[in-house]
């Protein structure tokens, strides 16, 4: 069906950056909206941004002015750029897309579909 796998994170001192790669493969015929997601312990889940197929982004308020955003639609492939990280950006992030698939049944369903997740952990 389809699948997401992220890479790039990892271990990041205090005002330093990371981007984020998470790229989609499978039996799809649109991607729609992709987002990134984190979670950081003892935390729900939460949206930290988002792009539409046609570009428009939205952001958390926690992260405006230092993440941003982007994707390659021919790459089927969406990036957080991520500045000036601070220890609270700690978290586990999860890709999210909503894809057009088609199924092993020769059917085609649009799913929401998330990645395994990748940690980012800013500390010095």
């Known amino acids: 069906q389809v699948q997401l796998v992220e890479s790039g994170g990892g271990l990041v001192q205090p005002g330093g950056s990371l981007r984020l790669s998470c790229t989609a493969s499978?039996?799809?015929?649109?991607?729609?909206?992709m987002a990134w997601y984190r979670q950081a312990p003892g935390k729900e889940r939460g949206l930290v941004a988002r792009?539409?197929?046609?570009?428009?982004?939205n952001y958390a308020d926690s992260v405006k002015g230092r993440f941003a955003i982007s994707r390659d639609n021919a790459k089927a492939t969406v990036y957080l750029q991520m500045n000036s990280l601070k220890p609270e950006d700690t978290a586990v992030y999860y890709c999210?897309?909503?894809?057009?698939?088609?199924?092993?049944?020769?059917?085609?369903?649009?799913?929401?579909?998330w990645g395994q997740g990748t940690l980012v952990t800013v500390s010095s």
């Open positions: 792009i539409t197929s046609g570009g428009s982004t």
């Open positions: 499978g039996s799809i015929f649109s991607l729609d909206d």
């Open positions: 999210n897309a909503n894809a057009g698939a088609v199924l092993p049944t020769g059917i085609r369903r649009y799913l929401e579909v």
